[in-house]
T-cell receptor, first 114, second 112 residues
């Protein structure tokens, strides 16, 4: 079993739709959760970061963490064609050293159609 | 230059060649990382350097040899690679104790 499971998609939605992206994990030591966005031919860039159960909102993006279920989600409201990218979840355990070791999901490829 | 830069952006090499990938960060960070990204697979952490010292080597074959001469530069020396080593190689950096890693654009490597 992989430590982090993420549906690779691809996922296509019409412009304006609400998008839900999800990851599940098995390691209860993971305490810090991130979503990275990776455009084609670019490196990943941090989109959202959270460390507590519940919701964190930033503009059209909401990150949700449920530690009891070992499940995290990223919601995108009013999706735009510019949101078309691969979305990667990433996690850090509590015992990670000062140079953090991230464990990534495999990424979900999202296309928002105009 | 700002952020994390990587050169070359594309590299095609034969199995008997020797080449090097270069990464430079302009963010004043102390930790640097090499990742391998293959299609449909999670990013695989290869090496971690913190204050120029290698702190992690995640069972990477010896045909990959990292070098970190200072906190701003990171190299990945390649020799006698295999076709399955073809992938996007990403460099990242972070501050000491920082959770956010900043990635470069990657080097797309093709091994013939």
């Amino acid at each position: 079993q992989k430590e982090v499971e993420q549906d690779p998609g691809p996922l296509s939605v019409p412009e304006g739709a609400i998008v839900s992206l999800n990851c599940t994990y098995s390691n209860s030591a993971f305490q810090y959760f991130m979503w990275y966005r990776q455009y084609s031919r670019k490196g990943p860039e941090l989109l959202m970061y959270t460390y507590s159960s519940g919701n964190k909102e930033d503009g059209r993006f909401t990150a949700q963490v449920d530690k009891s279920s070992k499940y995290i989600s990223l919601f995108i409201r009013d999706s735009q064609p510019s949101d078309s990218a691969t979305y990667l979840c990433a996690m850090i355990p509590t015992d990670s050293g000062s140079a953090r070791q991230l464990t990534f999901g495999s990424g979900t490829q999202l296309t928002v159609l105009p | 230059e700002t952020g994390v830069t990587q050169t070359p952006r594309h590299l095609v090499m034969g199995m008997t060649n020797k080449k090097s990938l270069k990464c430079e960060q302009h963010l004043g960070h102390n930790a640097m990382y090499w990742y391998k990204q293959s299609a449909k697979k999670p990013l695989e952490l290869m090496f971690v350097y913190n204050f120029k010292e290698q702190t992690e080597n995640n069972s990477v074959p010896s045909r990959f040899s990292p070098e970190c001469p200072n906190s701003s530069h990171l190299f990945l020396h390649l020799h006698t690679l295999q076709p399955e080593d073809s992938a996007l190689y990403l460099c990242a950096s972070s501050s000491d104790g920082g959770d956010t890693q900043y990635f470069g654009p990657g080097t797309r490597l093709t091994v013939l």
